[in-house]
């Protein structure tokens, strides 16, 4: 049964930075692509970053330069640490895997002060 707990979101005001955890189980964690994802308030939900099993990086243009992606497959968890924070990256963001993805966790909150 596929589980993500995400963590570390917060308030924060612009410039500020935050570093969200994922924590993952019910799949061989290291063999997938792992991704970010956020939904703020009326949009639909966005991918913001991927990593493969290999390391390999993706970002969303909005968010290139700023966040970073990385995992510990030790500890089956993957993390975005997000610099230089904006008020437009206000959402509720979430993990999972980027193909085949389970069922959603319950998602941290970012909110970024102007």
């Known amino acids: 049964q596929v589980q993500l707990v995400e963590s570390g979101g917060g308030l924060v005001q612009a410039g500020g930075s935050l570093t969200l955890s994922c924590v993952a189980s019910?799949?061989?964690?290291?063999?997938?692509?792992m991704g970010w994802y956020r939904q703020a308030p009326g949009q639909q939900r966005e991918l913001v970053a991927h990593i493969t099993s290999g390391g390999n990086t993706y970002y969303a243009d909005s968010v290139k330069g700023r966040f970073t992606i990385f995992r510990d497959n030790a500890k089956k968890m993957v993390y975005l640490q997000m610099n230089s924070l904006k008020p437009e990256d206000t959402a509720a963001y979430y993990c999972n895997y980027y193909t085949r993805p389970g069922v959603w966790g319950q998602g941290t909150q970012v909110t970024v002060s102007s």
């Open positions: 019910g799949r061989i964690f290291s063999l997938y692509t």
